[in-house]
């Protein structure tokens, strides 16, 4: 079993839509989650930590919860520019700053007209 | 600019080669992972250095190795290359949070 796991759709959508990504993790000692977006032939880039409490950023909602080991990301009113990979990180074996990341597969999401 | 830089961005070799990868990361990163990322699937982790020390290694093979320098930088080596070595490489440097370098693309024919 894959340490951290992902549906990699593809999800194809239209513009305006709310879409749900989910993600679980293997590792219950696990303290930090994050979500990533990656664009075509990119690095990876940041889009959001993820707490228990659940966190917003503008049509981004990110949930943890640790009972299920399950991490979820909403995207609210998509937009074409939202078309990306979506990668479900889990801090293994240190903090945020020393510990390795382990990335699920990646979803892809693809916003139409 | 992320201020994580890698070089080469593109690089073709051939299967049996040795290939070094560069990354140059932020003054003050202390930390520097590598990862390899094949098509179609998210980057594993191969091993980090920490004040020039690993301190840390995925499931790859002794022939992935590494070094980091006092300033900053730091070296991926991988020897004996094989075809299912294709895959683009990237670099993350650490103070608070990981920065990606933009990743070298390695194909081996």
């Known amino acids: 079993r894959k340490e951290v796991e992902q549906d990699p759709g593809p999800f194809n959508v239209p513009e305006g839509a709310t879409v749900a990504f989910n993600c679980t993790y293997s590792?219950?000692?696990?303290?930090?989650f994050f979500w990533y977006r990656q664009d075509c032939r990119k690095e990876p880039k940041l889009l959001m930590s993820?707490?228990?409490s659940g966190n917003e950023d503008g049509r981004f909602t990110a949930q943890l919860n640790r009972a299920s080991q399950y991490i979820s990301l909403l995207i609210r009113d998509s937009k074409l520019s939202d078309s990306a990979t979506y990668l479900c990180?889990?801090?293994?074996?240190?903090?945020?700053?020393?510990?390795?990341?382990?990335f699920g597969q990646g979803t892809t999401l693809q916003v139409k007209p | 600019e992320t201020g994580v830089t890698q070089s080469p961005t593109h690089l073709i070799k051939t299967r049996g080669q040795q290939v070094t990868l560069r990354c140059s990361s932020q003054?003050?990163?202390?930390?520097v992972s590598w990862y390899q990322q094949a098509l179609g699937q998210g980057p594993q982790f191969i091993f980090q250095?920490?004040?020039?020390?690993?301190?840390g290694r995925g499931n790859f093979p002794p022939r992935f190795s590494g070094l980091q320098f006092p300033n900053y930088s730091s070296e991926l080596n991988v020897n004996a290359l094989e075809l299912d070595d294709s895959a683009l490489y990237l670099c993350?440097?650490?103070?608070?949070?990981?920065?990606f370098g933009s990743g070298t693309r390695l194909t081996v024919v």
């Open positions: 250095y920490y004040r020039e020390e690993e301190n």
């Open positions: 990180v889990v801090i293994s074996g240190g903090s945020s700053n020393t510990g390795k990341l382990i």
């Open positions: 003054s003050g990163h202390n930390t």
């Open positions: 993350a440097s650490s103070n608070y949070g990981y920065t």
């Open positions: 993820v707490y228990s």
């Open positions: 590792n219950s000692a696990s303290q930090s």
